[in-house]
């Protein structure tokens, strides 16, 4: 990997754990269906002057039924689980049980192709995880333990989108398929967005999360993380995801006064260990 690919994947990894940062923010005044909503338009705002430059987006009809889905699986419902779970635990946290999406990925490629079972070290892997996602969960109680359970199932539909988009939008283009799921994110969130709008304009402080979240955490980072696909290939782009949480962790206790907890810490080391393990050369294929 250059110097320049390095950066680019430092760079991604820095803005997406910086968006765990920016909905904490984002929740303090507003709905989770309101910031949702605005970091969805924000972000396909931010794609469509981009896709138009490279020739338009002539293909989003042919996939309308693939991107209808994946609004649904891997941005609106995953988006508002997240924000959700934020108004419950510490962003920190958060990101550190959302890192687990790879393995619900691998436990559920093995319904889809039974020969992607899962033996040796790859088991060790899952289970390895696991222990992780449940150390962290077991800890939480009450309102914080409906906040972690929230994030688990932010995992899992990540992990569903991602096998579902593997074989649904093979021949499509990234930049017109992240546009187009980004579209039907907002508009699946809009009602929920308009019945729940503030009844006082929020902070500058909250308008400008949400609009970070949306320029940068959701529209530029898609740019960046398709450079970096293209660059340096699949194989190094998915690295982002051992070095988002992090990165999610510093920011909490940097600016959010979060603590990092030895718990937090450990159960971190076990998911990516995990994941790493579980994953292998599949996961840098896919």
């Given at each position: ?25 984002g ?17 396909a705002?931010?794609?469509?002057p ?11 009809r ?43 990925t ?72 992240s ?36 320029v ?22 998915i ?48």
């Amino acid at each position: 990997m250059s110097r320049r690919d390095l950066g680019l994947l430092v760079a991604l990894s820095a803005i997406w754990g910086s968006s765990f940062l920016f909905i904490k923010v984002g929740v303090e005044e507003l709905e989770p269906a309101v910031v949702v909503c605005g970091r969805l338009l924000v972000g396909a705002l931010v794609l469509l002057p981009v896709a138009l430059a490279r020739g338009g987006l002539s293909g989003l009809r042919a996939m309308l039924v693939p991107i209808a889905v994946l609004g649904a699986l891997n941005n609106a419902l995953p988006y508002w689980l997240l924000s959700f779970a934020e108004t419950r635990i510490d962003s920190g946290l958060a990101a550190v049980i959302q890192a687990a999406a790879p393995i619900f990925t691998v436990l559920l490629a093995i319904r889809i192709d039974p020969s992607q079972r899962v033996t040796g070290l790859r088991l060790a892997g899952v289970g390895l995880g696991f222990v992780g996602v449940a150390l962290l969960v077991g800890l939480q109680e009450g309102a914080e333990l409906l906040g972690a359970v929230a994030v688990v199932g932010t995992a899992l539909c990540y992990a569903v989108s991602v096998l579902y988009a593997g074989r649904a939008i093979r021949s499509f283009s990234p930049l017109d398929v992240s546009i187009g799921q980004l579209s039907v994110g907002a508009l699946l969130t809009l009602p929920a967005a308009l019945v729940q709008w503030p009844a006082e304009t929020p902070s500058a402080k909250v308008v400008g999360a949400v609009l970070v979240l949306g320029v940068l955490g959701t529209g530029v980072a898609y740019l960046l993380y398709f450079a970096l696909i293209v660059r340096a290939g699949a194989s190094r782009a998915i690295l982002v995801t051992y070095l988002v949480p992090a990165f999610a962790l510093v920011y909490g206790w940097l600016i959010l006064g979060e603590a990092v907890t030895p718990s937090a810490l450990a159960g971190l080391a076990l998911i990516l260990g995990g994941t790493a393990l579980a994953t292998g050369g599949r996961l840098r294929r896919r």
